[in-house]
């Protein structure tokens, strides 16, 4: 079964509304977890890296006032856009690390679409 | 900077054919991972293998077979004896220790697409 669950694996909302997209570990803890975008047919880039209870840190070019990443947990990182546009229409995924010693493993949620109308 | 290139966008079988998707790298890291993931249209992100830089061995996973070198800089993939189900998006995938390891560096993706 999954390791890490994405939620919701599909949204749509309205131009100019915020949307929160929730990455869960589900039997470890991730320290670090990070986002990616993917629009159509195109590969997946990275969006920011979610460091657990400190700020995110975001890739160039990727607004972090728009793109609000909060890992107040262990075992959670939030991913909200704030004030969508159908720009913003994309597929988001989250990765997250599992903690040394334990093994250097990441693995990927399922995914989340979302499209702004 | 990290750098993945595939350079084959989409590449057409009938099945029952090999397929061999190409991936080339760029680090000045010495110590990094290469992954190779398949997304089918569902979106989802299909784990495949994983390699770290002191691991040359080649592998062979059922009809999956990796072909890791790093004098030339590449780990490609081959699919023996093709199926409808291996249509999908494979992408190669690059994350270096020190760039805050599993921060992955991504190729374009190859398309695949397999016709009965």
């Known amino acids: 079964g999954a390791v890490v669950s994405q939620h919701p694996s599909r949204v749509i909302c309205k131009s100019g509304t915020s949307v929160k997209i929730e990455c869960r570990s589900l039997?470890?803890?991730?320290?670090?977890m990070f986002w990616y975008r993917q629009f159509p047919k195109q590969s997946l880039m990275l969006m920011a890296t979610?460091?657990?209870?400190?700020?995110?840190?975001?890739e160039q070019g990727v607004e972090k006032d728009k793109f609000l990443i909060n890992h107040a947990s262990l075992t959670l990182s939030t991913l909200t856009v704030t004030s969508a546009h159908p720009e913003d229409s994309s597929f988001y995924i989250c990765?997250?690390?599992?903690?040394?010693?334990?093994?250097?493993?990441?693995?990927f949620g399922e995914g989340s679409w979302l499209t702004v109308v | 900077a990290q750098k993945v290139t595939q350079a084959q966008t989409e590449i057409s079988v009938v099945e029952k054919e090999d397929v061999t998707l190409d991936c080339v790298y760029e680090t000045r890291d010495t110590t990094y991972y290469l992954f190779w993931y398949k997304q089918p249209p569902s979106g989802e992100l299909v784990f495949l293998i994983r390699r770290n830089s002191f691991d040359e061995q080649n592998e062979i996973s059922g009809r999956y077979s990796w072909n890791f070198q790093k004098s030339t800089s590449s780990f490609n993939f081959t699919i023996t004896a093709s199926q409808v189900v291996d249509s999908a998006v494979y992408f190669c995938a690059l994350s270096v220790i020190t760039d805050s390891w599993g921060k992955l560096q991504f190729g374009a993706g190859t398309q695949v697409v397999v016709t009965p």
């Open positions: 990765s997250a690390r599992r903690a040394r010693g334990r093994g250097n493993t990441i693995y």
């Open positions: 039997d470890f803890q991730a320290t670090t």
């Open positions: 979610s460091n657990e209870g400190s700020k995110a840190t975001y």
